[in-house]
């Protein structure tokens, strides 16, 4: 389980008693009849809209005195809200483009990592942080009644947000011509849905510049690609973002396929035939396995004595103790469990690993697989300990790493990992080793070398590091649990998914728990 723990700045007296209070006045009167239930349930719906509307302006100012202590190092005055009108229109597009804007490239801002400390503060990934600052920006800044809106109720933090993306390609002053005529009180946004307010949005904008929607439109093939995530019960999703002329001719041919095998007497429903086709025709194989390196982390228990601690599959999460035991059983392994000889680690476990070339009996008997069992030490969960005294992470530990991991191991971000680094960098004499090396995504890896921002490793239950952001706030990652740890003192192992997280609240001025 990654943990996140954040040391939060006290604000200011004043602010401080009122959102400390926030709890109480806002607690609900379960007593009140039906109506008053309902009633309750919309004042408070109003009053998250609200805060997101304050959120957005404390975002702005914090990113204007951030590039202001850039600029000017030294200075604490604060720039007022006037000044926010210049710093945008010096901006020009740039902050259009900070919000989303397909088919462009946004451009880099030389902030001190402005949207990945608004993400942490938030606990939201460092993407989902980039998008609130840009949706901030041009709420303040370019869009005063969709603010407006925000701060009465009458749109969430989602339906602004689509005002600020539909709008995204306009220049600054279509984008406010465009927010003045959606107002709230011209009774545009009385009764709407989601799907609507995109509509209304869509409509203006494309009144208002029509040539830059329909670049945007030509533009938006660049922004192709393939995602992959999990889904329930051991399933994934595997989604293709296409132009619309390339995604109805990929069908259509899955379609046919599909629809001649069933002609030709094949038992598969339609769409279970679509799916084997998309696997196949994509890996050039049956089945599409063909020599892959497959790491299913378990406890020796669970593959040897039929215990029910869950299993890990790496690259997609918790699979069931049975599942995992199954999929060994239709690789038809050849070979019997024996583990190479492994180190050591604390608890006086041995662990190691084991490589069986395993055929199936079925379609792809013929095809191999290499399946890695990665066995885990009891209560700790640790993998292995290993060193390296080159700069680079060798094979091998990149590969523990991997697997310890999980994903990127900044809180909240859940990014497939890309980097494998040194917590305390090379350069500051920092060892190449398992205890100090981290799994990140690309964009986190480039934001922790970032003047200000100081990693540490941490004592803790499993693999721990802290992150220092430049206000001094800091926050704890904690490796996520690998099949067979123990809560401490409960004697009950962690079930959480690879990926959760729990950020705890600190004082800035003592140090992290």
């Given at each position: 389980m990654f943990t996140g723990t954040a040391a939060s700045g006290a604000a200011g007296p004043g602010a401080g008693e009122r959102i400390l209070a926030a709890?109480?006045?806002?607690?609900?009167?379960?007593?009140?009849?039906?109506?008053?239930?309902?009633?309750?349930?919309?004042?408070?719906?109003?009053?998250?809209?609200?805060?997101?509307?304050?959120?957005?302006?404390?975002a702005v100012e914090f990113e204007a005195r951030q590039r202001q202590e850039q600029t000017e190092p030294g200075?604490?005055?604060?720039?007022?809200?006037a000044e926010l009108g210049q710093i945008a229109h010096g901006l020009g597009k740039s902050s259009t483009l900070s919000t989303e804007a397909p088919g462009k490239k946004r451009p880099k801002e030389h902030t001190l990592g402005v949207a990945e400390q608004i993400a942490l503060s938030r606990g939201e990934s460092p993407h989902?942080?980039?998008?609130l600052l840009g949706m901030a920006k041009a709420l303040v800044i370019e869009m005063p009644h969709t603010l407006a809106a925000l701060d009465?109720?009458?749109l969430n933090e989602e339906r602004a947000m689509y005002f600020v993306k539909e709008t995204a390609v306009l220049t600054v002053e279509d984008r406010t011509a465009v927010d003045e005529e959606l107002a709230a009180d011209t009774g545009t946004l009385d009764g709407v849905g989601t799907r609507g307010v995109i509509a209304a949005v869509k409509a203006a904008a494309t009144r208002r510049d029509p040539r830059s929607i329909t670049q945007r439109a030509s533009h938006a093939a660049s922004e192709r690609g393939v995602s992959l995530r999990p889904a329930p019960d051991c399933m994934t999703y595997?989604?293709?973002?296409?132009?619309?002329?390339?995604?109805?001719?990929?069908?259509?041919?899955?379609?046919?396929?599909?629809?001649?095998?069933?002609?030709?007497?094949?038992?598969?429903?339609?769409?279970?035939?679509?799916?084997?086709?998309?696997v196949e025709w994509t890996?050039?194989?049956?089945?599409?396995?063909?020599g892959i390196d497959v790491n299913l982390v378990m406890t020796d228990r669970t593959l040897l004595q039929g215990d029910s601690e869950p299993a890990r599959l790496t690259g997609y999460g918790?699979?069931?103790?049975?599942?995992?035991?199954?999929?060994?059983?239709?690789?038809?392994?050849?070979?019997?469990?024996q583990p190479n000889s492994g180190s050591t680690n604390a608890s006086g476990s041995n662990t190691g690993k084991n490589e069986a070339v395993t055929g199936r009996k079925d379609a792809v008997k013929d095809l191999k697989v290499w399946l890695r069992r990665l066995y885990t030490a009891p209560d700790t969960g640790d993998l292995v300990a290993m060193d390296s005294k080159r700069r680079l992470f060798p094979p091998p530990l990149r590969r523990f790493i991997q697997v310890r991991d999980d994903t990127c191991r900044t809180p909240y971000c859940d990014a497939p990992i890309r980097h494998h680094d040194h917590i305390v960098p090379w350069h500051n004499d920092g060892p190449t080793s398992l205890s100090n090396g981290a799994g990140l995504c690309e964009a986190c890896n480039h934001t922790k070398e970032l003047p200000g921002w100081k990693a540490q490793p941490r004592p803790g239950?499993?693999?721990t590091f802290e992150i220092t952001t430049p206000t001094g706030h800091t926050y704890r990652s904690t490796a996520p649990p690998l099949p067979g740890t123990r809560l401490p003192g409960k004697g009950l192992s962690e079930t959480g998914p690879p990926g959760a997280r729990v950020t705890k609240p600190t004082d800035r001025s003592s140090p992290a728990a």
């Amino acid at each position: 389980m990654f943990t996140g723990t954040a040391a939060s700045g006290a604000a200011g007296p004043g602010a401080g008693e009122r959102i400390l209070a926030a709890p109480v006045l806002l607690e609900a009167d379960l007593t009140a009849d039906g109506p008053g239930l309902l009633d309750q349930n919309r004042a408070l719906e109003k009053v998250k809209c609200m805060i997101a509307g304050q959120q957005a302006r404390l975002a702005v100012e914090f990113e204007a005195r951030q590039r202001q202590e850039q600029t000017e190092p030294g200075t604490e005055s604060s720039p007022g809200m006037a000044e926010l009108g210049q710093i945008a229109h010096g901006l020009g597009k740039s902050s259009t483009l900070s919000t989303e804007a397909p088919g462009k490239k946004r451009p880099k801002e030389h902030t001190l990592g402005v949207a990945e400390q608004i993400a942490l503060s938030r606990g939201e990934s460092p993407h989902r942080g980039g998008k609130l600052l840009g949706m901030a920006k041009a709420l303040v800044i370019e869009m005063p009644h969709t603010l407006a809106a925000l701060d009465t109720g009458q749109l969430n933090e989602e339906r602004a947000m689509y005002f600020v993306k539909e709008t995204a390609v306009l220049t600054v002053e279509d984008r406010t011509a465009v927010d003045e005529e959606l107002a709230a009180d011209t009774g545009t946004l009385d009764g709407v849905g989601t799907r609507g307010v995109i509509a209304a949005v869509k409509a203006a904008a494309t009144r208002r510049d029509p040539r830059s929607i329909t670049q945007r439109a030509s533009h938006a093939a660049s922004e192709r690609g393939v995602s992959l995530r999990p889904a329930p019960d051991c399933m994934t999703y595997l989604t293709a973002l296409l132009p619309a002329h390339e995604g109805v001719a990929a069908y259509a041919a899955l379609t046919r396929q599909a629809d001649a095998l069933r002609s030709a007497g094949d038992p598969r429903s339609l769409g279970q035939i679509k799916a084997d086709t998309l696997v196949e025709w994509t890996t050039g194989t049956p089945g599409g396995i063909s020599g892959i390196d497959v790491n299913l982390v378990m406890t020796d228990r669970t593959l040897l004595q039929g215990d029910s601690e869950p299993a890990r599959l790496t690259g997609y999460g918790i699979v069931p103790a049975a599942w995992a035991r199954q999929l060994l059983q239709e690789q038809g392994a050849q070979q019997p469990v024996q583990p190479n000889s492994g180190s050591t680690n604390a608890s006086g476990s041995n662990t190691g690993k084991n490589e069986a070339v395993t055929g199936r009996k079925d379609a792809v008997k013929d095809l191999k697989v290499w399946l890695r069992r990665l066995y885990t030490a009891p209560d700790t969960g640790d993998l292995v300990a290993m060193d390296s005294k080159r700069r680079l992470f060798p094979p091998p530990l990149r590969r523990f790493i991997q697997v310890r991991d999980d994903t990127c191991r900044t809180p909240y971000c859940d990014a497939p990992i890309r980097h494998h680094d040194h917590i305390v960098p090379w350069h500051n004499d920092g060892p190449t080793s398992l205890s100090n090396g981290a799994g990140l995504c690309e964009a986190c890896n480039h934001t922790k070398e970032l003047p200000g921002w100081k990693a540490q490793p941490r004592p803790g239950p499993r693999h721990t590091f802290e992150i220092t952001t430049p206000t001094g706030h800091t926050y704890r990652s904690t490796a996520p649990p690998l099949p067979g740890t123990r809560l401490p003192g409960k004697g009950l192992s962690e079930t959480g998914p690879p990926g959760a997280r729990v950020t705890k609240p600190t004082d800035r001025s003592s140090p992290a728990a």
